[in-house]
């Protein structure tokens, strides 16, 4: 039995621009892992698993119309927003992560451009100057382009018209829609979680900040004097400043 189609539903160029976002993240994600590869550097890797609440919160707003926009799921628009607060943290996170494998360091926030003689002056060019590993693509720009564009329309056509025949869609099931918000992006962490197996790495591990997995110690604070103490005040600060609201309001809605 095919159902009417509500009025608040979304055009077919709608749910491609949906589709896109969610399709062009996991290109993305696969295309840094394998630069990872490329580079001999395992931080890029950190990065894919940094967008993966990114691609979280793109499954939050293709749900919320899967299910036509119903007042009773507006949870996920606000879930959609956490996710995309985390996930612009963890990619943070993993960016600096590559920075300090790099031999970045937070020295190099100063806006005064290094001396040209000094020591340090010269290894940060001699570091700029190195060229990449080029390893030539198995796939052309434009089959990646023909794949994006095929996954897009076939996917807006077929939610579109597909989700007509199933009583799912209009039934306003909060536990539905949690299942697709977590089950998708879990299904896609453990695809990478046994890749990164296969490869001979240990899956998932918890982020450092400091060199070789050392972490940020207060020792490390201190050693940029000032601006180092400063830094971590205002981190601190900006942490608490969301979490206290965010917790309360959890706690006594």
Known sequence: VMHSEPVNALSIPTWAIHFSSVFEFLFAMDIIWKFAETTDNPKWKGLTWGMLPLHASGICACTYHFFYNPSSLQFLVELQAFFTLLGNITVAIAAYRIAISNGWTLRELNPFPKSEVSPEGIAID?????????????????????????????????????????????????????????GIPAITGFLYYNRAQEEGGEGISLPSFGKDGEGLSMADVKKFGVSGTVAYILTELAFWAVAFPVASTALYQ
């Open 126 to 182: 001699e570091a700029a100057a190195l060229p990449y590993n080029v390893v030539a693509a198995k796939e052309s720009e434009l089959v990646l382009a023909a794949k994006l564009f095929a996954l897009t329309i076939g996917s807006s056509y077929v939610l579109k018209y597909g989700e007509l025949a199933l009583d799912l869609p209009l039934t306003e099931n909060g536990i539905a829609a949690g299942a697709i918000v977590f």
